[in-house]
């Protein structure tokens, strides 16, 4: 009797390890075209994941696929399709201006306080480069209302988010960039100054600087760039001391050279009143009051908060142009805690938006286990995905009712976005829709691809470690790419 079982239990192990063996062997592998393409270069060393699938989400080509890696950018993917789930593409932003007390002859005997909704396109990108366009908007309708004089304070709200200006895992050697801006629920130009530095006067000289808004006093640049020969290399050196407006500049300038650059600021919500009470003085609209900042929730139906005006933001379909197109970070944090802050009507936060995305990605039978959120724009360190997850979530997205909005939000090859300058000389100009990411040592790419034969098949390629040139690596994206389309 303990023989036959012992034949049995050796029997169930055997062939449950034969059925494993098997399975494994059954599952997609890259085609040697593509695996030459990523070992036999200057990059091989660098860790690679490639998963292919057609329309229905079969996987024809799979390397590392299930492996998790740091996707940047192309988190925004889940982002994006998560924002449009909860809200719609429909949805708008609306950024009050309310008065507490009342006007007398031209003079407002009392506050103004604007509450902020979370709204990340207070800046010219939809007003035709603008910057002020919304400021103007509020100073037109004191002005239309003949004041001339504003006795109280200006308050600014911000208690539609939480205070936490980062997510966790981003890095401090960032926070100086527009790309790692503070998240604050009333924000203004991506919460970040404009500065221009002009190489003028001779070798040795300090180059002239200038900075939107107004060249405000909000900020303190600490100007201690140099001016080098023509044929000098420009070397940048920018840092804001944390905690503070004091933007240390630092940058060798080969002589003549003008350069832009946005740098971040601290305080976003008395930012926004600072820059407001600066353009109301220079409309002629005197402000004896302070500059203020509220964070507490307010029954804003109450009679003392008399609506003065309101701004209403281009549709969420338009603004997910700028978070996916244009790879925008701030973007993908505002957005993301709206979203967490409408679905369960509270202080948006990143910790609830991230639960909103693993939630959603659940319903689209993603694997939550096949990823690690932090962020919602994938400059955390801490954030991982595969590309297994990242293309059967676009394979899903197919069928959403949002499918065309988010469709729309992506880059188009050799056409727009930060695909415009790519594929331009290759048969796939105009057939990739798709999604770049970036972050040092990362490099990702994943969307839809129209193959030779019309086919629609989904792709994501990330390329993590790699010591090369991100060209270089964008070049054997490309390729990839390129074999994928003939060959399919």
């Known amino acids: 009797m303990k023989k036959n079982i012992i034949i049995v239990f050796l029997s169930v192990l055997i062939f449950g390890f034969l059925g494993q063996f098997v399975f494994l062997q059954a599952q997609p592998a890259l085609s040697p ?5 990523i070992l036999q270069n200057s990059a091989d060393n660098a860790f690679w994941s490639v998963t292919v699938r057609d329309s229905t989400g079969e996987i024809l080509e799979a390397y590392n696929s299930d492996k998790l890696v740091r996707p940047a950018s192309n988190l925004k993917l889940l982002t994006a399709a998560t924002v449009l789930h909860e809200l719609g593409s429909d949805f708008t932003y609306k950024t009050y201006m309310y008065g507490v007390g009342r006007q007398e002859g031209n003079t407002w005997n009392g506050d103004i306080i604007f509450r902020g909704s979370g709204d990340p396109s207070l800046s010219g990108r939809f007003y035709n480069d603008d910057r002020l366009y919304v400021l103007e908007k509020f100073y037109s309708a004191l002005k239309e209302r003949g004041i001339k004089k504003i006795s109280g304070n200006i308050i600014g709200n911000d208690s539609y988010f939480d205070a ?6 981003w890095s401090w050697d960032d926070l100086s960039f527009y790309y790692a801006a503070p ?56 840092q804001r001391i944390l905690g ?17 650059e946005a740098l971040s600021i601290q305080n976003p919500p008395l930012f926004f009143v600072d820059t407001f009470k600066k353009y109301l003085q220079d409309g ?17 139906d109450n009679l003392r908060y008399q609506r003065l005006k309101v701004h209403e933001s281009k549709p969420l379909g338009d603004l997910l142009h700028q978070l996916n197109k244009e790879s925008d970070n701030f973007y993908a944090e505002m957005l993301l805690k709206t979203a967490a802050a ?82 331009r000389q290759s048969a796939l100009a105009g057939r990739v829709l798709a999604k ?8 990702a790419l994943s969307g839809y691809l129209q193959a030779q034969s019309d086919k629609t098949l989904i792709f994501s390629i990330v390329t993590n470690h790699y010591t090369t040139s991100t060209s270089y690596i964008d070049s054997l994206h490309e390729s990839l790419l390129e074999k994928i389309y003939a060959a399919y």
């Open 33 to 37: 075209k593509l695996q030459q393409t």
């Open 164 to 169: 936490k200006p980062y997510p966790d895992g």
């Open 183 to 238: 998240i604050n629920a009333l924000s203004f130009n991506n919460n970040t100054v404009d500065l221009t530095v002009y190489a003028r006067g001779d070798i040795g000289d300090t180059p002239a600087i200038e900075w939107f808004p107004f060249d405000t006093d909000y900020v303190e640049f600490v100007n201690e760039q140099n001016i080098t020969p023509k044929n000098a290399e420009y070397d940048e050196y920018y």
């Open 244 to 260: 503070t407006n004091t933007i240390i500049l630092r940058s060798d300038l080969p002589k003549g050279y003008v350069e832009k």
């Open 284 to 300: 002629g609209i005197q402000v004896d009051g302070h500059l203020m900042i509220d964070s507490h929730v307010h029954d804003w």
């Open 342 to 423: 409408e679905r369960y009507n509270t202080q948006g936060t990143t910790d609830l938006g991230v639960a909103l995305m693993e939630n959603f990605a659940r319903s689209r039978g993603l694997n939550t286990s096949d990823m690690s959120i932090s962020d919602a724009s994938g400059m955390s360190s801490t954030t991982l995905f595969s590309t297994r997850a990242l293309s059967k979530l676009l394979v899903s997205m197919q069928n959403h009712p949002e499918s065309e909005a988010f469709k729309n939000s992506l880059s188009q090859s050799g056409i727009d976005g930060s695909l415009q300058y790519r594929f």
């Open 436 to 443: 770049t990411g970036y972050v040092s040592g990362v490099r």
